[in-house]
């Protein structure tokens, strides 16, 4: 455990999974301008669209701005997407967030590597005057019911409650906030590719006084997600899949470093979320790697 943190947060975690439960992986930035909102499209996209030619509207852009500008709750909400070969951008008047494309998890270092250049492109347009929020989401997706897999419940009268449940908790760990959303009676996608189960989702963010988007980027907020919130907090929010066949996994120590292979075992069947949301299942045999 981490002081009061309520997740114990593990030393090591995969650095890639697979069949990945990620199906949405989103990186966020709101700020402030002084810009109106009719010129800052054609601002952002002459910096990007040699990577993201194509752009949609989407549905929100549909209503008039003064109704727009009336109601908080679409404040940060994006107007306009621009497509791209890896990843998606959305952008609003306050906001604009990296996606990645529907099963296509590149992983941390990927997408990090591309938020690195979005920020430097959007420093070039001249338009943000300051950031107010720098925030990872990860949405995770699996096909049973994750309440019974997980070290957390919900209960009244000392008996725990079943059935359709939706949690949502917010957690501090200085200068970090997280918001978890657990849920058991998720749709995933529409139409006849329309998916029944559960999702866990993790919003993890710094607010306007805990950085500096152009003075020193996304780094210091790497370095916070992998210090406080677990070693691999990128590639993963969720250390292992619950229950099947279990991949290859990075979790052996070298030099202070994560770098050598290990194979889990079939038998072993639950690792950690967040360091130790998951129930533990029986270990079964893990190939260790050499000092």
């Known amino acids: 455990m981490n002081g009061e943190f309520p997740i114990p947060i593990p030393d ?3 650095i890639k999974i697979d069949p990945c439960p990620i199906a949405e992986a989103i990186l966020e930035i709101r700020f402030v301008t002084s810009e109106s909102w009719p010129t800052l499209p054609g601002l952002l996209f002459g910096r990007i669209r040699d990577r993201y030619p194509e752009q949609k509207g989407l549905p929100l852009a549909q209503l ?15 107007l306009i997407q621009f497509l791209g070969r890896d990843f998606l951008i959305q952008f609003g008047p306050r906001v604009v967030s990296l996606v990645t494309k529907s099963k296509q998890y590149p992983g ?21 005057s300051e950031g107010e929020r720098l925030g990872v989401r990860y ?3 699996f096909s049973f019911d994750i309440f019974e897999k997980l ?18 908790s917010v957690l501090t760990k200085p200068p970090l906030t997280s918001r978890l959303l657990v849920a058991n009676s998720a749709i995933l996608g529409t139409g006849d590719s329309a998916r029944h189960g559960s999702i866990l989702d993790v919003d993890v963010w710094l607010g306007s006084l805990d950085f500096d988007l152009f003075q020193n980027g996304l780094a210091p907020f790497s370095a916070l997600l992998f210090r406080r919130m ?4 990128g590639p993963a929010i969720i250390a292992a899949r619950v229950g099947g066949v279990l991949p290859v996994f ?17 038998r072993r069947m639950y690792r950690s979320l967040l360091g130790g949301l998951f129930r533990k299942g029986r270990a079964g045999g893990v190939q260790t790697c050499g000092n």
């Open 12 to 14: 090591r975690l995969p």
């Open 64 to 78: 008039p701005e003064e109704i727009r500008r009336r109601e908080s709750a679409f404040t940060y909400q994006p």
């Open 108 to 128: 941390w270092a990927a997408l990090e590597e591309e938020m690195t250049w979005l920020v430097s492109e959007l420093q070039q347009t001249g338009f943000v």
């Open 139 to 141: 949405i995770n997706f």
């Open 151 to 168: 070290e957390f419940e919900v209960s009244t009268g000392k008996k725990r409650l079943a059935g359709e449940l939706s949690v949502t």
């Open 230 to 233: 677990g070693r691999r907090f």
């Open 250 to 266: 990075r979790v052996c120590k070298i030099s202070g470093r994560l770098s050598a292979e290990c194979v889990l075992d079939r």
